[in-house]
């Protein structure tokens, strides 16, 4: 199995930043890709930004330019910074990851952290 803890969330200004880091452990073999969604209060859960292994990266609109995703491959750890935030920041950030645990890439399977409510208020 694979388990991934979030940190970092919290109460945050808004115009201010926040980091967010994620690590992974467990039975891991080789890491695909990680990422973070959020979910706000009566929304549906929505995608903010990913990263492959290789560096490739992704991001919604609504962090595009605020957003920056980051991968320590080493440590298996995703970072997420976003600046300016925005009172519409405000939700249950998820940690995301797809993983294999063995040598076979069938055993691939997406994983999902418990998540960290940040909250972007004066």
């Known amino acids: 199995q694979v388990q991934l803890v979030e940190s970092g969330g919290g109460l945050v200004q808004p115009g201010g930043s926040l980091r967010l880091s994620c690590a992974a452990s467990g039975s891991i073999f080789f890491i695909y890709t990680m990422g973070w969604y959020r979910q706000a209060p009566g929304k549906q859960r929505e995608l903010v930004a990913t990263i492959t292994t290789g560096g490739s990266t992704a991001y919604a609109d609504s962090v595009e330019g605020r957003g920056t995703v980051s991968l320590d491959n080493t440590k298996k750890t995703v970072y997420l910074q976003i600046n300016s935030l925005k009172p519409e920041d405000t939700a249950v950030y998820y940690c995301?990851?797809?993983?294999?645990?063995?040598?076979?890439?069938?055993?691939?399977?997406?994983?999902w952290g418990q998540g960290t409510q940040v909250t972007v208020s004066s």
């Open positions: 995301t990851a797809g993983a294999s645990t063995t040598r076979t890439p069938l055993s691939r399977n997406d994983y």
